[in-house]
């Protein structure tokens, strides 16, 4: 509990990940009140005490990009990726237009889940699928889930706003006004927004993409995010950049410059088609970016080009993305997929080998710029007790720990944490989720999943 003082004794390695990207060995870590109290010796009377001398501690991973709602489409052979973006989403759309309002809480309960178990302990989640009759409360049980699996949680709440006789490819019944969405993001905010030192919950504008929505709900969205001191996030340069030349004259960085959207409070997903001139300036216009590792696969036709957007100064996150384009919802596979990528174009590109410890910085500190906060990312003394414990007295730990900051993007993370903890709360211990009954949930799950989409799961 947040009151609760927890002691991580003898801590085996503990990878921080702060500035000066500390390894330390055989020391000790405090918790109180959510945050990490001290590093190292202290006198202090825990009500809780948890030797830790066969772990590695590593800060919770921070995912900055995801599409909860996809989760009941998983691993279904009649969506076969298509080999373009665009008639990907014609084709999956109608599905996600039938999903209801239980679905929403059901998916995220999935996805956060499996987000914990697999050592992520702030989960962002971009909710563009509102379809009319499911009702206007889906973020809202997206909430309702994160509280339960004690998920620190940013809610980006999405729309889709431009109609299929205007250009748009989404059905008209997940069609909203510019309006409707704002007042919905307006609501969210007063109800669960905080920008304090150590939110839970925190809500962000996030309109679906420029290729399927009016340039005025972009324009707006942005004027309430500045307005209430909130993060706008959106889809760019994932294969649309030919649509939005023909559509407005420029391709989607440009476009995005030509309405004034630009500004350290933004990110975008993806951006792998971006060439050399647009990664530039992205990095002039302070447009953070999301790599979601496994759609790259998944298009198959450019490889991010994570090197120059570093060297561009642009804030660089991991994203496990939908599980439309990821079937699973594992961050920390995402970083060793991130690293081989790039090991895969460096040659090619002039670029160095890239430094594997580097990829654990880009889910930790590099997602936690995202998103704009400065309260979780390290372990540090003041942070949020956010953070990850694996084994290290496992065979396929041999010999692998003399760089423990460079395991989870040289060797994976092949199984479930030991331990992970929000907030100075033990979430997931030992393959259990303390307090809750993960069968009876996904026997829950599997009966909404049949009842609307009619999978067996």
């Known amino acids: 509990m947040k009151d609760t003082r927890i002691r991580l004794r003898n801590i085996g390695w503990l990878v921080t990940c702060n ?31 948890i030797d830790a001398s066969d772990w590695v501690v590593f800060p919770g991973l921070v995912n900055t990009h995801h599409h909860f709602f996809q989760a009941f489409i998983r691993n279904q052979p009649e969506f076969a990726w298509p080999n373009d973006v665009l008639t990907w989403i014609s084709r999956i759309y109608p599905l996600f237009s039938k999903l209801t309002e239980p679905c929403f809480y059901h998916t995220a309960l999935i996805c956060m889940a499996e987000l914990i178990k697999y050592g992520c302990t702030t989960a962002f989640d971009h909710q563009y699928c509102f379809p009319k009759h499911a009702g206007s409360r889906l973020v809202d049980r997206q909430i309702e889930a994160a509280r339960l699996l004690g998920m620190r949680f940013v809610a980006g709440r999405g729309a889709n706003t431009l109609p299929a006789s205007a250009g748009g490819n989404v059905p008209e019944q997940m069609i909203e006004s510019t309006q409707v969405f704002l007042n919905d993001v307006e609501r969210l905010v007063s109800l669960y927004h905080s920008n304090k030192h150590g939110a839970m919950e925190q809500i962000v504008v996030a309109p679906c993409q420029p290729v399927n929505c009016w340039p005025e709900t972009f324009i707006e969205s942005l004027g309430l995010a500045r307005d209430k001191a909130i993060q706008l996030h959106t889809h760019l340069g994932e294969g649309e950049s030919s649509v939005m030349q023909q559509r407005y004259g420029k391709r989607s960085v440009d476009w995005m410059e030509s309405q004034d959207l630009y500004g350290p409070d933004i990110w975008v997903a993806h951006a792998w088609e971006l060439d050399a001139g647009e990664i530039s300036h992205l990095g002039e216009l302070e447009i953070g970016v999301s790599h979601c590792p496994a759609p790259v696969f998944l298009v198959g036709k450019e490889i991010t080009d994570l090197p120059r957007m570093i060297s561009n100064d642009l804030r660089v996150g991991l994203g496990v993305d939908g599980c439309a384009s990821n079937d699973n919802s594992n961050l920390a596979e995402c970083i060793r997929n991130a690293y081989l990528l790039q090991c895969l174009v460096a040659p090619g590109r002039g670029h160095a080998a890239p430094d594997p410890a580097s990829y654990l910085n880009l889910a930790t500190r590099g997602g936690a710029a995202l998103l704009g906060r400065e309260d979780i990312g390290e372990l540090s003394v003041g942070k949020c007790a956010d953070l990850f414990a694996i084994r290290a007295d496992r065979l396929d730990m041999v010999g692998a720990l003399d760089a423990p900051q460079a395991i989870p993007a040289k060797l994976g993370l092949g199984g479930p944490t030991a331990l992970t903890m929000i907030d100075g709360r033990i979430v997931w211990r030992d393959g259990e989720f303390p307090g809750l009954d993960e069968s009876k949930l996904a026997a829950e799950a599997r009966v909404e999943l049949s009842r609307v989409l009619d999978f067996k799961g």
Request: hydrophobic share 25%; glycine share 10%; proline share 0%.
């Open 19 to 49: 500035e000066k990207q500390e390894v330390l060995r055989d020391i000790d870590l405090t918790i109180n009140h959510g945050l990490i109290k001290s590093i190292g010796g202290s006198r202090e009377e825990c009500s809780e005490e």
